[in-house]
């Protein structure tokens, strides 16, 4: 990662005691503002000494649950609930956030394959860099709130990126316990190294991630989760010394957390044409190898059988497509097992 310093400054004081409401401002220069910025915002609350969390949404823009869990908190969160310092990112990604696209929309950037980014890059890529070098090295713990997005359904979970020792990788499972999702899936993203997660685990942090609904959607449930699950986040970080609010929405009784992984490639199915996809299951079936997944439907083909797509493993379905359409590469379904060890 480069060592220059980020173009990125913000008017937040982050050693400042007391409750701060800011920006990011990122220098941009467009045709319509030849000396703008993009205003990032983000808040401080801060009360004495204690453990640095940093929140994180909207890294996707197309992912909302995360980013109103984040502004709720950002109107709740007092100092006098905390011992410690919460900062709070919930549109990290700001200018997908503001167009619902999972990808900037100035540079075309997916965000979550920017990192440790670049000073002189793209904006995507100098967010990234800001958030690497300077509100990384002050966190403890950090949780990064995801959905699906457009393009996926995800079954409400906490996503554990493998960390590199197996004392991290207890006290994450613990914090997803905390969480209080009913599904847990661990897992290393392929050996993607251009991950927030992958950050912060080459930093050996605790950190922890969602998959919280998904569709393009805004699902009550998986808000109900994650608005009862970033307080009890607090508390197992070891920041909280009040009692939280009660919830907005009643969380649904989940039971213990089911840990749960990815395995590798063979627990995805990926469609082979451009089709209509039609599943042969429902998020949170069981499926066993050579099951059909789904079937392919060919508009401009009306005279040919739909193909089928099958699961090369067996376990639980995490994930389903979003959109009915599907391109050859689109991701349609994703299977998961229970973890051995």
Request: aromatic letters at 8%; hydrophobic letters at 40%; glycine letters at 12%.
């Amino acid at each position: 990662m480069s060592t220059q310093k980020s173009y990125i400054s913000t008017d937040i004081d982050f050693d400042r005691e007391g409750k701060h409401i800011g920006r990011l401002r990122l220098p941009y220069s467009r045709n319509t503002s030849g000396w703008g910025i993009i205003p990032i915002p983000i808040a401080v609350v801060r009360n004495g000494s204690g453990p640095t969390v940093l929140l994180t949404a909207g890294n996707h823009g197309d992912e909302y649950e995360g980013q109103i869990t984040l502004n709720t908190l950002i109107r709740t969160l007092e100092p006098r609930h905390i011992k410690g310092r919460v900062i709070i990112l919930p549109a990290m990604n700001y200018p997908a956030a503001m167009a619902g696209r999972r990808v900037s929309p100035f540079d075309g950037v997916n965000l979550n394959r920017a990192f440790p980014g670049d000073p002189d890059g793209t904006p995507s890529q100098q967010i990234a860099h800001y958030v690497s070098s300077v509100l990384v090295p002050m966190a403890d713990a950090i949780m990064d709130l995801h959905s699906g997005g457009y393009s996926m359904r995800m079954l409400p979970t906490a996503i554990i990126y493998r960390p590199s020792t197996p004392e991290l990788l207890e006290r994450v499972i613990g914090a997803a316990r905390a969480w209080g999702c009913p599904l847990g899936i661990l897992f290393d993203d392929l050996g993607e190294r251009r991950t927030f997660d992958a950050i912060c685990r080459d930093a050996g942090l605790l950190k922890l991630g969602t998959e919280l609904a998904g569709g393009g959607t805004v699902s009550v449930e998986a808000l109900a989760f994650a608005e009862t699950g970033i307080w009890n986040l607090l508390k197992y970080f070891g920041v909280l010394v009040a009692s939280p609010p009660a919830p907005r929405h009643p969380c649904p009784r989940s039971g213990p957390m089911r840990l749960t992984e990815i395995t590798g490639p063979e627990a995805y199915v990926y469609a082979t044409g451009h089709a209509i996809f039609e599943p042969a299951f429902r998020l949170g079936d069981e499926v066993a190898a050579g099951q059909v997944a789904g079937w392919q439907h060919y508009l401009d083909e009306i005279e040919r059988d739909p193909v089928p797509l099958h699961f090369h493993k067996g376990g639980l379905v995490a994930c389903t497509r979003g959109p009915g359409w599907i391109e050859p590469g689109d991701l349609a379904t994703l299977v998961v097992t229970d973890t051995t060890g």
